[in-house]
């Protein structure tokens, strides 16, 4: 049974559309399992099941019967949404008979729900002419079939292959993948696609090597330009750290890297086409082996890079392509590079296949304000160009020819959404106070110099928390003390004399240094974060002493330190700290010694907390890392995304809990995670005595215009409404209605980010 189950599964994924794959899978289960009759029941718009494959009935049946719901021992299957396995089907009393199948000759029936993420998408049914119970091992094989079939019946209805009418040419499809960066976009999707395929490039001798050398650094050479060329058009959208990537392309192109072992492939008789895709395809495959989710990342750009060279080499003919107004971005993998492709004011958002919320693209999509969905599963991107697309970047979605009701509904959205931060402007340098007079500083987060000039703008009163990570993931080594020193200094200085929080660096999980590899099993549970930089003081001084020096002055640093687990990993933290500063001190460096925190972001800091503000000047909480770890779900696996409930219980009375204990200690809390930038969350958190919250610049304003509408006296009874509640929905709703009584709705998070129905 094994093998044939394998067989099944190989053929039926192989298979060019639904209709194949459903005749395949009643064909082989029928032989497989030795019975007369193999068919598939589907669900069909109006939530019955329809006939729509079988090996055994007959044919004209298939389309024409339907059993509503709950109907029949078909209905009865998805009633239970467990198998029915019975010796003589007609003596049930579920029992109906359509004489149109000519089932009346077969007595014995094992019906088995096809589930996909808890809804019942079928029935896969076997049929048999004597009466006879199926076995245990029939029934087991039958599970594990339908099991399989399920992802194909997901993927044919995410990608419009299911046939819902012969008239209908453009059916609106949802696209679910994680959100890379907030907002609504409306416009024409543009589908980017390699102008040359590395894998199919045939083999031929080069005759004169000489001559193909000379070919092959023109193409370089061309490139290069290329390269230069958008990195001159990005230049004014990011900055130096982020043009890094463009130069690390071009490093990749010298003799000494990818150019000299092409050429050296050359004088050895290959053609310059077939020696360039190899030497790139071997690379790929490095990368591609390694556990490290950053590195992996890299074997995009590689590929990028690949193609672009093999498309001169190739001497493709290159139009110039001419975008609609309002571009969507949609490829397998994007790249920061093709983002230069687009002008500025064209491109309104971007998706991608690939990819989860801490790539390249997502990094530069916040930076950039762009709508952004990273990894939708399903999405059939090349036949997408041209299509009208909307990008939902609030939870995730991409609607593909979407409907009227659909389009209306995001309009509305992205016009409120805009006269909304228009409206929001004059908030600036209005205090961040409720109607009964209590003050709540909002901070900001950072880690790109984009998000410095946004933040000031809509007055923000400190930095909650600068991610240290992002100057040392765009290069390829360790930046030196004085390069870090520089980077800081700008940071302090642009928001001094407000407060700066600069987060020591928090590596591993889901991010790593592509020049210092993690390889791990399971990343999330391993060396990340402080358990690194102690592990390699070498690495936590130098940043110390730059982050110190930087400070010089200006008074104004932070220090926060990630991924504390206990009072040993503080102690030791605090102590190299202390000997920075006193080092700097006998340099003569007019320095102070800045305020140290512990982030509290798993479960055993939450329950050391008391013992951690005791030895802290603050303590942070970073909200998004806690979620995860209290609920075992990661966020950025778009399978499980809908049980990362931040409105959860456990995590309200965790968040609770860490304010009491700090507060009795005598110091302060705050929250940087992206709860504090949800307007509905953002009044809970306030009642619950966070001292200040940390957010995104865009969120800034929504959040302190809620604040400004609401009393202090609503928000603590609101809480101590909600902690009574064990359902993190209803939780959200009373939230929500909570904030529609105060008529401050339209200022929480999008209707669509939740609870849309299209």
Request: hydrophobic share 45%; proline share 5%.
């Amino acid at each position: 049974m094994l093998n044939s189950l394998r067989s099944i599964v190989q053929e039926v994924n192989a298979a060019r559309d639904l209709p194949s794959a459903l005749g395949i899978i009643v064909t082989s289960v029928k032989e497989a399992m030795r019975t007369h009759v193999c068919s598939v029941y589907m669900r069909d718009d109006d939530g019955g099941y329809v006939l729509m494959a079988t090996d055994g009935l007959n044919q004209d049946a298939v389309g024409n019967v339907r059993l509503a719901a709950g109907e029949g021992l078909v209905g009865r299957v998805v009633a239970r949404e467990e198998p029915i396995n019975l010796e003589q089907a007609e003596a049930h009393p579920n029992y109906q008979y359509f004489p149109e199948t000519g089932e009346e000759r077969y007595s014995s029936f094992l019906g088995v729900p096809i589930i996909h993420q808890r809804k019942v998408l079928g029935v896969l049914v076997v049929q048999q002419v004597e009466q006879r119970r199926f076995d245990e091992g029939d029934e087991a094989f039958l599970v594990t079939m339908s099991a399989q079939l399920a992802g194909v019946i997901a993927h044919a209805e995410a990608t419009g292959g299911v046939n819902r009418g012969k008239n209908e040419i453009a059916t609106q499809a949802r696209f679910m993948g994680v959100a890379g960066a907030p907002g609504i976009a409306i416009g024409e999707a543009v589908v980017i696609a390699p102008e040359a395929d590395l894998r199919s490039v045939p083999y031929k001798p080069c005759e004169d090597v000489e001559a193909e050398i000379a070919f092959f650094q023109r193409c370089l050479m061309a490139v290069r330009e290329d390269i230069k060329g958008l990195g001159a058009q990005l230049k004014e959208r990011l900055n130096r750290e982020e043009r890094a990537l463009f130069d690390a392309y071009l490093a990749m192109l010298d003799d000494a890297s990818l150019g000299g072992e092409v050429t050296e492939r050359i004088r050895k008789g290959t053609n310059a086409s077939f020696a360039w895709s190899e030497v790139i395809l071997e690379h790929e495959q490095t990368f591609n082996s390694m556990h490290d989710p950053y590195l992996r990342e890299r074997a995009t750009d590689l590929r990028d890079l690949g193609r672009r060279v093999l498309a001169y080499l190739q001497e493709s003919n290159r139009k110039k392509r001419v975008f609609p107004e309002k571009t969507i971005l949609i490829g397998e993998e994007l790249t920061a590079s093709m983002l230069g492709e687009i002008p500025k004011e064209k491109l309104v958002g971007l998706v991608s296949v690939e990819g989860s919320s801490n790539s390249h693209v997502a990094i530069l999509a916040r930076a950039m304000d762009i709508p952004t969905v990273m990894g939708a599963v399903d999405l059939p991107f090349m036949q997408m160009d041209g299509r009208p697309v909307i990008v939902d970047g609030y939870r995730g979605a991409v609607y593909s020819d979407p409907n009227e009701h659909v389009r209306k509904h995001y309009t509305a959205i992205d016009i409120e959404e805009q006269a909304l931060f228009k409206g929001l402007e004059a908030l600036k340098d209005l205090p961040c106070e409720t109607s009964d007079h209590y003050r709540l500083p909002l901070w900001v987060n950072t880690g790109l110099m984009a998000d410095v000039v946004r933040s000031l703008e809509r007055g923000a009163e400190g930095v909650g928390l600068y991610r240290t990570e992002v100057p040392f993931l765009m290069r390829d080594r360790f930046p030196t003390e004085e390069e870090q020193r520089a980077i800081y200094r700008e940071q302090l200085a642009a928001f001094a004399p407000l407060p700066v929080t600069i987060r020591t660096l928090d590596i591993g999980g889901d991010k790593a240094l592509p020049y210092f590899p993690i390889e791990e099993d399971n990343p999330f549970l391993g060396w990340r974060g402080i358990r690194v930089t102690l592990d390699h003081p070498e690495i936590f001084l130098a940043q110390v002493r730059a982050m110190i020096k930087a400070s010089e002055g200006l008074d104004n640093l932070r220090i926060l330190l990630p991924m504390i687990t206990n009072v040993p990993e503080m102690e030791a933290s605090k102590a190299l700290i202390t000997r920075v500063y006193k080092e700097l001190v006998e340099e003569g460096y007019k320095v102070k010694m800045p305020p140290v925190g512990a982030m509290i972001e798993v479960p055993a800091a939450v329950y050391q907390a008391r013992e951690l503000a005791a030895l802290s000047e603050f303590l942070s909480v970073g909200s998004n890392d806690l979620t995860q770890y209290l609920l075992a779900v990661d966020r950025n696996n778009a399978r499980v995304a809908d049980l990362y409930q931040a409105f959860h219980p456990s995590v309200l009375r965790a968040l609770q809990h860490i304010v009491n204990e700090a507060h009795a200690q005598g110091i302060s809390v705050s929250i940087c995670g992206e709860l504090a930038g949800d307007p509905g969350a953002a009044i809970l958190l306030m009642a619950m005595g966070f001292d200040m919250l940390s957010m995104s610049a865009t969120n800034l304003p929504k959040v302190k215009s809620v604040i400004r509408g609401i009393s202090l006296d609503l928000a603590k009874n609101l809480l101590a409404e909600v902690m009574t509640m064990s359902n993190a929905d209803q939780i959200r709703e009373r939230v929500e209605q909570a904030l529609n009584d105060a008529d401050v709705t339209r200022l929480i998070r999008p209707m669509g980010s939740d609870d849309f129905e299209e």
